[in-house]
């Protein structure tokens, strides 16, 4: 039976064959009935390609996730380098005659 001459009507679910297919999924171009489809982003599609949709826009979003925090670790490390530096600086300029008088 060729597929594609049949109408949405004459289709049966890929997942259940004793069902009549309601929507066909945009990404695998496989039909479903209504217990296999669900609406994501405007479109009706299956779950395994809702859940593969999902998963790349998770590692998307997990690789920029990265960048803040090492944004905040450089400033970090730059509030602390300059705080270091500004106690060394004002401890170089405490004169040595200070340190010779003995008084600790």
Known sequence: MNTAALTLRQQRCYHH???????R?????????????????????????????????????????LVPRLA???????IVFLVVFFIGDALLAIPSKFHEAGGW
């Open 17 to 23: 064959p004793s069902r009549e297919a309601s929507a």
């Open 72 to 78: 905040l670790a450089a400033v970090a490390f730059v």
């Open 25 to 65: 999924c945009p990404e695998c171009k496989h039909y479903y009935c209504r217990e296999c489809i669900t609406e994501h982003d405007d479109r009706v599609v299956c779950a395994t390609c809702l859940a593969r949709l999902t998963r790349k826009k998770e590692k998307r979003a997990e690789s920029w996730a």
